[in-house]
């Protein structure tokens, strides 16, 4: 399983960049998961758009969703030219309204996911976890060829997610706030935060993502490696990493 980093900011993209998201590949098959601002533009290094298989979505906030419209004209335009014959699956929850525009005529189609049920998207098998957020947003389980992920999209610290996450390869996990933010701003982690859950779950290696605009992110890993004894590092653009 391959990790893609296209994005790595929270709430909207920086200069040349997009907000946070990654691609996945497995067996030949592309999953794109969140679809933020920038990430339409930068997917397109890495899979041609006719190629890509899935995108699934956390929450409906903006830095998550702001580019399904025209990832939706894409698959429209690529149909119209005869190179997809399928709707292109979208996978989201239906706790909000805003899961029936997920389908649009026969371009694409909104698929449900939900706590408690495993999604298998082509060769990935996926399972999900509440998270505390302003909006209802679900971490992800994300497990193939022997490997598992656990990112936990937008969240602040729950008891739950240690034992979701539970040895798990690798935590891809949202570091949106510094220590000194702690219970100032709410619904996110901190990187200390971030450490704590990795060093809980056991996973082999940390990778700090939804960063801040302001402050020095470095400090964020600093803060993670208080807690956690294993590699962490924050994603970039182009990042990738290859789990065999
Ligand atoms: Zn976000």
Redesign the pocket.
Known sequence: MKITFLGKY??YPGKDSA??SFLLESNGFHLLV?C?SGVLSKVQSYVDLKDLDACIL??Y????IADVGVLQYAMLVETKLGNRTKPFPIYGHKRDAKFDELTNDIYTEGREISVGKTSNIGPFSLSFCETI?PAYCLAMKIQASGQTILYT??TEWKDDLVVFAKNADVLIS?A?IYKEQFGIVKG?LTGEEAGKLAEQTGVKQLLLT?LPHYGEQEKLVEEAKQGYSGPVQLVNPGMVIDLK
């Open positions: 929270g709430g907000t946070s969140d933020g956390s929450h906030h903006h830095d998550h957020h999209a937008d949202e949106s996110h939804h």
